[in-house]
């Protein structure tokens, strides 16, 4: 089936820095990735949808300049987080649509923890 | 976006069938009904999808009424590892972003 990996799976930074989360569509091309976020005992929150080669769209109340989304290839999509503080804490989920076969839902990726201390 | 209504939580126990009712009674022509499993610190995983009348594979049943107006997604004797957040999600097949509920806790116990 339809896999897609994140990298790194968890990740503890100092307040202030930026950091990089990379989701990867390992058996399909995929056009379309999108980004969420979810906070302990909450659903998942879309936060942006990326297209390949396009700007991604973002959700009301989510800063673009903060979270910066770069769909390079039809197999990656990079989230970074510039700045980060303590409320950026949370679960980043990423998914992918597919193109072509299985392209009829969204599969997602494992998740990736980010504390900010 | 079709809103979606489940129960906040079930409670089931091992060897027993687990039926999750989603009400989306704004469901337009073209949405499909998706149903996703998610275990703690993991992303969603893909159960199961359809348009109509009854659909099943290797993991679980999905009934849908001709009206669509609401879906069951059918858990077949149930285990410990099926305790999860269950989400029921409709929106266009493949082509539309998803909109997350809060989805149904099931807790399945020994």
């Known amino acids: 089936g339809a896999v897609v990996s994140q990298h790194p799976s968890w990740v503890i930074c100092k307040s202030g820095t930026s950091v990089k989360i990379e989701c990867r569509s390992l058996d399909f091309q995929a056009t379309t990735m999108f980004w969420y976020r979810q906070f302990p005992k909450q659903s998942l929150m879309l936060m942006a949808t990326s297209n390949e080669g396009s700007k991604a769209t973002y959700e009301q109340g989510v800063e673009k300049d903060k979270f910066l989304i770069n769909h390079a290839s039809l197999t990656l999509s990079t989230l970074t987080v510039t700045s980060a503080h303590p409320e950026d804490s949370s679960f980043y989920i990423c998914?992918?649509?597919?193109?072509?076969?299985?392209?009829?839902?969204?599969?997602f990726g494992p998740g990736t923890r980010l504390l900010v201390l | 976006l079709a809103k979606t209504t489940q129960p906040i939580s079930m409670d089931s126990y091992e060897g027993q069938e687990v039926n999750i009712t989603c009400s989306h009674n704004?469901?337009?022509?073209?949405?499909?009904i998706t149903w996703y499993q998610q275990f703690p610190s993991q992303g969603p995983r893909f159960i199961i999808q359809g348009y109509k009348t009854k659909v099943t594979n290797e993991v679980a049943s999905l009934f849908i009424p001709a009206d669509r107006k609401s879906s069951t997604l059918s858990l077949p004797r149930v285990s410990l590892s099926d305790t999860a957040v269950y989400y029921c999600?409709?929106?266009?097949?493949?082509?539309?972003?998803?909109?997350f509920g809060k989805g149904t806790m099931l807790l399945v116990s020994p």
């Open positions: 998914s992918a649509r597919a193109t072509g076969i299985g392209k009829e839902t969204q599969y």
């Open positions: 704004n469901i337009a022509t073209n949405d499909y």
């Open positions: 999600l409709v929106g266009e097949r493949g082509y539309s972003t998803l909109t």
